[in-house]
């Protein structure tokens, strides 16, 4: 009897399937949008600067719409570094250090605060913010919007009359748009404008293109199934690589402490959960930061070298190549401030909402819900989670107080049920006890 022969999976034939259905789309087919979803690590910027080349290089200018500054220059030098002799005009505001000095030193990139004077380049890039202040010019006809899901759609509306057609490329399962007005009076609606750009896009136009990304490059084997599965259970990803193509390796022995347990556990599995007692803290709770500091300290000092599909041979792991991340900004000040006492500098802290879209080869995550009496609805996001739980390569290291299961299980979620709104799935509640499941299969407790 002869079996069914399963095909593997071939990342690179599967990612290489997925961008060419999206150009094609986007460059010959009829539809006036096309909706991209990629999971963390995906090449999002990747497919957008192939994209931007690909529009340029068949006669056909375009404006590049992005949420940030940073996002913007990036694209810029992406897009110099892979064709130098490519005409981009960097729109940028009239404040003082508009952009990234970088750019000074590209001769093919032209920077204006006025739009007219970039007319007639192959490539303009700006922030929706700007491109919203651009009046009296004649249309593009193709833009791309990047990071699509972090555009709110009052942005979009602002920008709609500026380009004819365009490509929407964007990550689901990251934080929602920031609003500091209350949207409740809009929601349900179709053009709630606190929404995002992509969700609005789609209530009206439910026909167009949608594709996505089906493998994360950043996501080693050891993270994706656990990120796809609780973040992405309707655009499921495989990572790029297989499980022995990554690893991490300390060249000091451990010293036997929670740290030390903890680093090697993570080295092993790509998690640790450093548990400590289970207790109602600050929310800059001393024991925790200095866990969170101690563990970063004992990464530097252990020597700690990764091996990965960009270099077989062993690369030292330093500190830029390290991230912490947490929920609030007194939290990172506070992680600041103890990694200093501690000798370390160098090491990215930083907010979920500022870590969104980097890259690290280890991550050191305080958990959003240590030490709380509650669970709000700002620490149950599931964007502010998957975003901490996503920025890694190699291994992600999670510091929380014991009890969050059940504090999730005392509080289920009391938002109000609000008609027309789509329901967010997965929740935050069920995001937080999936990931919390995982991470005990990885627990070192630890009393400080």
């Known amino acids: 009897m002869t079996g069914t022969v399963i095909p593997l999976f071939d990342p690179a034939s599967e990612a ?10 986007t460059l010959h087919g009829d539809a006036r949008g096309v909706v991209v979803d990629s999971p963390p690590g995906a090449g999002k910027s990747t497919l957008v600067v192939r994209a931007a080349l690909e529009l340029a290089s068949a006669g056909r200018p375009l404006m590049v719409v992005a949420q940030t500054n940073a996002q913007v220059d990036d694209l810029v030098l992406r897009l110099a570094e892979k064709e130098p002799e490519l005409p981009v005009g960097r729109l940028h505001s009239n404040d003082a250090d508009p952009y990234d000095k970088a750019l000074d030193g590209l001769p093919n990139v032209r920077k204006s605060a006025k739009a007219g004077e970039l007319d007639g380049l192959d490539v303009v890039i700006s922030t929706a913010a700007k491109w919203a ?3 009296g010019v004649d249309p593009w006809r193709h833009a791309i919007v990047d990071e699509a899901y972090q555009m709110r759609s009052d942005a979009l509306l602002a920008v709609a009359g ?5 490509l929407f490329v964007g990550d689901p399962g990251q934080l929602d748009p920031f609003s500091v007005v209350g949207a409740e009076q809009w929601a349900g609606l179709s053009y709630d404008p606190s929404a995002s750009a992509v969700s609005t896009l789609l209530a009206h136009n439910p026909e167009l293109p ?4 089906p493998v994360s490059w950043r996501l080693p084997a050891s993270a994706a199934p656990l990120v796809s599965g609780a973040f992405y259970p309707y655009t499921p990803f495989r990572s790029g690589t297989g499980a022995g ?5 300390f060249g000091v022995p451990s010293d036997g402490s929670g740290p030390d347990r903890v680093l090697d556990e993570a080295a092993e599995s790509g998690w640790g959960l450093l548990e400590l007692p289970a207790r109602h803290t600050p929310r800059t709770d001393p024991e925790a930061v200095r866990a969170v ?3 970063v300290r004992r990464l530097l000092d252990r020597g700690g070298a990764s091996v990965s599909e960009r270099s077989p041979d062993p690369v030292p ?4 190549r390290l991230a912490v991340g947490t929920a609030h900004r007194d939290q990172a000040a506070a992680v600041r401030a103890a990694l200093a006492e501690l000798g370390v500098a160098g090491v990215t802290v930083d907010t979920a909402n500022r870590l969104q879209g980097r890259e690290f ?6 958990h959003p819900l240590s030490g709380r009496p509650d669970a709000t609805a700002f620490h149950l996001e599931t964007g502010r989670l998957c975003v901490l739980a996503s920025r890694h390569r190699q291994a992600c290291v999670v510091v929380c107080r014991a009890g969050v299961s059940e504090l999730l299980d005392e509080h289920p979620s009391t938002e109000p049920v609000q008609l027309g709104v789509t329901v967010k799935f997965p929740d935050g509640w069920e995001a937080n006890h999936a990931v919390l499941s995982h991470l005990e299969e990885h627990r070192v407790v630890w009393a400080p």
């Open 16 to 25: 290489a399937r997925a961008t060419a259905a999206i150009l094609e789309d």
């Open 133 to 135: 202040h651009v009046k």
């Open 162 to 166: 500026l380009f004819e057609r365009a």
């Open 210 to 213: 949608q594709h996505r990304l």
């Open 245 to 249: 193509d990554r690893r991490l390796a």
């Open 293 to 295: 500091a101690l563990v």
């Open 317 to 320: 792991l330093t500190a830029d």
């Open 361 to 366: 080869d280890v991550t050191v995550v305080l």
